[in-house]
């Protein structure tokens, strides 16, 4: 197994649908083999037809399955599945069969948005009133599938699915704190069609207002090609259905950010989150904001056909049955998934 150490100096560097519960045809919930006791998750679905994804809460995680976006396969591995066109958050146009980090567990009297249900760097104003400083994300998985057809394929996006991130708290920005709803790590995975092998990368978003130019989403490679390079990556790439890992360290005030394959060996990266990667970027970083982690399924695969960088156009009927036959969705399959406190770096 090879290793490499990078520190990129240009950085500084789960309310329940009633009809969903599982039952004897669902099989057992996913959190009768994974802790989800401080998660919740968003899903493809509007069964109560208030036209938002319905979610499930943490207080009801532990009972819930669903046949086609969240469930145990046959190995224990918990699947998450978004097809292309289905319901979708406000300030998205992808789908998501995605888990939310809850630090507040079922303690719903803490608001989502609330620094108590929410991490930050230790150089943060009142930090200590934090749920927690810093975090560690530990997961293990392999992709199972993306979408096969883009109208427009040369965007980046296309074929693409979001695995683990951390998301800022979007809020007024009168509140303390920046409250841009950005993200400082996004963890990709990308396989274009006819090739043996995807992509993995991961992107920091310039921690700026949504009106600025300069906010954009850097791409650091890991195995394989980046977003927008339409060359074959070869066995440098992962395979669908090919394991491998990821750890998202804060500590402090540092993102730690590992890889490791069984075939392609570990790669590590650092980026100070109290200090701008570029002289483009929020001189602080993410030092004054409100943190969490997701996980899961966040199908980039847009089937907007809108001018912007993220909307490739992709097919999608809206009827499930139709979308898995013709290729038009993503499934992500988790055989690890831990959340804890930070570690010191070699720890």
Not at 99 to 109: A, E, F, H, P, V
Request: glycine residues 10%; charged residues 20%.
């Amino acid at each position: 197994m090879t290793s490499s150490n990078r520190t990129l100096t240009a950085f500084a560097l789960l309310a329940l649908p009633g009809a969903a519960i599982a039952n004897a045809e669902d099989g057992l919930p996913p959190a009768s083999a994974f802790d989800l006791s401080h998660w919740k998750i968003d899903l493809p679905l509007d069964d109560n037809k208030d036209g938002k994804p319905d979610s499930v809460t943490v207080s009801a995680i532990g009972k819930y399955a669903h046949p086609d976006f969240f469930y145990l396969d046959g190995d224990g591995r918990m699947v998450f599945t978004a097809p292309n066109k289905a319901t979708t958050t406000a300030n998205s146009s992808n789908t998501r069969s995605e888990l939310r980090y809850m630090l507040r567990g079922k303690n719903t009297r803490i608001g989502t948005h609330d620094g108590g249900n929410n991490f930050a760097v230790a150089a943060r104003k009142d930090s200590d009133k934090f749920g927690s400083i810093g975090g560690k994300m530990e997961a293990t998985l392999r992709v199972d599938h993306v979408a096969r057809n883009a109208g427009n394929p040369n965007k980046a996006p296309a074929y693409s699915v979001v695995i683990g991130q951390i998301h800022a708290v979007k809020y007024d920005n009168t509140r303390s704190g920046f409250g841009y709803g950005n993200e400082p790590i996004k963890i990709y995975y990308k396989k274009w069609p006819g090739h043996d092998y995807g992509s993995v990368f991961w992107t920091y978003e310039r921690n700026l207002a949504k009106d600025d130019p300069n906010r954009s989403d850097i791409a650091v490679p890991v195995w394989g090609k980046l977003w927008n390079d339409p060359a074959a990556p070869g066995e440098a790439g992962v395979a669908l259905g090919e394991e491998f890992s990821y750890t998202i360290n804060v500590h402090r005030n540092t993102m730690y950010v590992s890889f490791e394959s069984e075939r392609l060996g570990r790669a590590d990266y650092t980026v100070s989150l109290v200090k701008g990667v570029d002289e483009l970027d929020n001189p602080y970083s993410y030092g004054g904001d409100s943190l969490y982690f997701k996980a899961g399924a966040y199908n980039q695969c847009s089937t907007s056909t809108k001018g912007g960088f993220w909307y490739s156009g992709c097919a999608g009927t809206g009827n499930w049955e139709v979308d898995k036959q013709n290729g038009d969705y993503t499934q992500v399959s988790f055989s690890k998934l831990i959340v804890g406190e930070s570690t010191a770096p070699g720890k």
